[in-house]
């Protein structure tokens, strides 16, 4: 068990440019979620999916945002045209739940902090 | 959208005090958890305490769990300097999605050696 892995630790980039976080689970867990956490505050739910189907899109993701999990494995969020309020630690967590229980422990990566200047 | 809020926002107290957060809530929910963040990294998960428990322990951490009127809290007992970190509680709401966490805006605790 290597625990959540989410690359790059770190992204600074330009407003308007694309970037890309990769998210590594703990090997065959069924679960997998992305959150945002600002200064000062808790995660906010972003996109979750159930194996490799995407079965809930946050309100606070625009269209520039989009998230894939391919075969249920890793998973990328991707975000287009980035804008200053775009910074943020990006989190990705991961469990294993038999499918219709209940969600209980997640595993949380390290994350990737994001400055868009 | 947030469901729980924490109480109070930051704390501070000498090494080997208790130290008490607390977590409201605004819906019922199936379950409801405590978790750490050391500054800059992900959080770790700490207790669970299901909807029909009212209190569990682990370690030195106690949680409790009132439904009636919606609130936890969560007792550090004799605190350490390496306790210091964000603590959030996050709810799993029983009339939403099975898989969502709703957290909290957590409380930043201080244990001054």
């Known amino acids: 068990d290597t625990g959540v892995s989410q690359n790059p630790r770190h992204k600074i980039t330009k407003r308007g440019q694309n970037v890309t976080f990769r998210c590594d689970p703990i090997?065959?867990?069924?679960?997998l979620y992305w959150y945002r956490q600002t200064l000062g505050q808790g995660p906010e739910f972003l996109t979750y999916?159930?194996?490799?189907?995407?079965?809930?899109k946050s309100r606070l993701l625009s269209d520039r945002f989009s998230a894939e999990r391919p075969k249920g494995s890793f998973s990328t969020l991707e975000i287009q045209r980035t804008e200053q309020g775009d910074s943020a630690m990006y989190l990705c967590?991961?469990?294993?739940?038999?499918?219709?229980?209940?969600?209980?422990?997640?595993?949380f990566g390290s994350g990737t902090q994001l400055s868009v200047l | 959208s947030q469901q729980g809020e924490e109480d109070p926002q930051a704390l501070s107290i000498q090494e080997g005090e208790n130290a008490t957060m607390n977590c409201s809530y605004k819906?019922?929910?199936?379950?409801l958890q405590w978790y750490r963040q050391n500054s800059g990294r992900g959080l770790v998960h700490l207790i669970l305490?299901?909807?029909?428990?009212r209190e569990k322990h682990s370690g030195r951490l106690r949680v409790t769990l009132d439904t009636s009127k919606k609130s936890s809290s969560l007792l550090i007992t004799a605190s350490r300097a390496a306790d210091t970190a964000s603590y959030f509680c996050?709810?799993?709401?029983?009339?939403?999605?099975?898989?969502?966490?709703?957290f909290g805006k957590g409380t930043l605790l201080t244990v001054n050696p």
């Open positions: 305490i299901r909807s029909n428990e």
């Open positions: 999916f159930q194996n490799e189907a995407q079965l809930e």
């Open positions: 090997s065959e867990h069924n679960r």
């Open positions: 996050a709810t799993v709401n029983s009339g939403g999605s099975n898989y969502k966490l709703t």
């Open positions: 819906t019922s929910i199936n379950n």
């Open positions: 967590a991961s469990s294993l739940v038999p499918e219709g229980e209940w969600s209980e422990k997640l595993f």
